[in-house]
């Protein structure tokens, strides 16, 4: 199976438009989004995966629409810490906003991540090796052919450890742009995992925003 790691499109925190750490895309964002839509639109997804988060939310539905692939939210690809102080979006805000978007039954009105306020990184990289172990389970299944994921920064480092096999402690980042493209192989019969590609960002030409990830390093709280 072929799987395709899309980092969101810039969200209005990264540009720090707004406080809220699950804020929706910025214009810059949205335009990213759609070229990436682009690269995609002949290559046959499958299914697209993304966070009840905002941004990741609506980097999926954009990407739904413009490949037919049917999308689908899970809480546990949601960035380090769920919402931290927020308590997430509610049922009826994702249904209304992102119909596209198939939801999971612990989303409910009083807000998706009002379960948890802290995680620590020890806390996230066993998280993301459950999305990774989902992510296998699929591969092995032979359901899908190629599918699509969209990743967060800190997120999206530990589930590319596991899905590499790297140990938690070795000191390993990944550098993720807003709609940056990695791809992997994944053949389960003989347990290898083969790069394809890191970062790709030559869809993206000027609306690459070097400004916003100026941290050679991940800030875990």
């Known amino acids: 199976m072929e799987l395709i790691l899309v980092r969101h499109g810039e969200s209005l925190h990264n540009i720090k438009a707004v406080t809220s750490w699950d804020s929706e895309l910025s214009i810059i964002?949205?335009?990213?989004?759609?070229?990436?839509?682009?690269?995609?639109?002949?290559?046959?997804?499958?299914?697209?995966?993304c966070s009840p988060m905002q941004r990741a939310l609506e980097t999926a539905q954009i990407l739904s629409s413009?490949?037919?692939?049917?999308?689908?939210?899970?809480?546990?690809?949601?960035?380090?810490?769920?919402?931290?102080?927020?308590?997430?979006?509610?049922?009826?805000?994702?249904?209304?906003?992102?119909?596209?978007?198939r939801l999971?039954?612990?989303?409910?009105?009083?807000?998706?991540?009002?379960?948890w306020n802290h995680e620590t990184r020890s806390d996230l990289y066993r998280r993301?090796?459950?999305?990774?172990d989902q992510i296998i389970k699929v591969a092995a299944s032979k359901r899908l052919k190629k599918l699509v994921v969209v990743i967060h920064g800190k997120s999206g480092t530990e589930l590319l450890k596991h899905l590499l096999q790297i140990p938690e402690e070795a000191k390993y980042y990944f550098r993720?742009?807003?709609c940056g493209i990695t791809r992997l192989y994944l053949n389960i019969e003989t347990n290898e995992r083969t790069v394809i590609c890191m970062n790709d960002?030559?869809?993206?030409?000027?609306l690459v925003q070097m400004k916003n990830l100026s941290r050679s390093v991940p800030r875990y709280r």
């Not at 993301?128 to 990774?132: C, H, S």
């Not at 960002?201 to 000027?206: E, K, N, T, V």
């Open 29 to 49: 964002g949205k335009e990213q989004v759609r070229l990436v839509g682009e690269v995609l639109l002949n290559e046959q997804v499958d299914e697209i995966w």
């Open 66 to 101: 413009k490949t037919q692939a049917s999308a689908r939210a899970f809480v546990h690809l949601s960035e380090h810490g769920y919402g931290w102080e927020e308590n997430g979006l509610s049922l009826s805000f994702i249904e209304n906003q992102y119909p596209l978007i």
């Open 104 to 115: 999971p039954s612990e989303i409910d009105e009083d807000g998706w991540a009002r379960h």
């Open 128 to 132: 993301m090796g459950y999305t990774a």
């Open 176 to 178: 993720m742009f807003n």
């Open 201 to 206: 960002i030559s869809h993206l030409g000027d």
